[in-house]
């Protein structure tokens, strides 16, 4: 079982910044993917970037590219988001999440460990 704890959002002005951080509490295998998600109240948990461990393949939604980047950090096992020029209807929950197959993927049910979300609420 694998623990992720989220940390770095909070209330920002509209093209702003944020780093988000996602600490796992064991080390995963190298083929693991990790993965950023966000869900606004009352919509579906919609895919963000992800990263490849070992080869540190990324992919990101639409809505993010060119904005947003992530990256990890192998010796502390932790992920980051790092969040530019946000935008309103970038705010929602973000969650961090391990997925256990060796293909980044984008859909959420294809994670096998979510952490607990944190908070991003951009002000307009």
């Known amino acids: 079982q694998v623990q992720l704890v989220e940390s770095g959002g909070g209330l920002v002005q509209a093209g702003g910044s944020l780093r988000l951080s996602c600490a796992a509490s064991?080390?995963?295998?190298?083929?693991?993917?990790m993965g950023w998600f966000r869900q606004a109240p009352g919509k579906e948990r919609e895919f963000v970037a992800a990263?490849?461990?070992?080869?540190?393949?990324?992919y990101y939604a639409d809505s993010v590219k060119g904005r947003f980047t992530i990256s990890r950090d192998n010796a502390k096992n932790t992920v980051y988001l790092q969040m530019n020029s946000l935008k309103p209807e970038d705010t929602a929950v973000y969650y961090c999440a391990q997925d256990l197959s060796i293909n980044i993927v984008t859909k959420p049910g294809a994670y096998d460990y979510w952490g607990q979300g944190t908070q991003v609420t951009v002000s307009s």
């Open positions: 990263i490849s461990w070992t080869g540190g393949r990324t």
């Open positions: 064991r080390r995963t295998f190298s083929t693991y993917v």
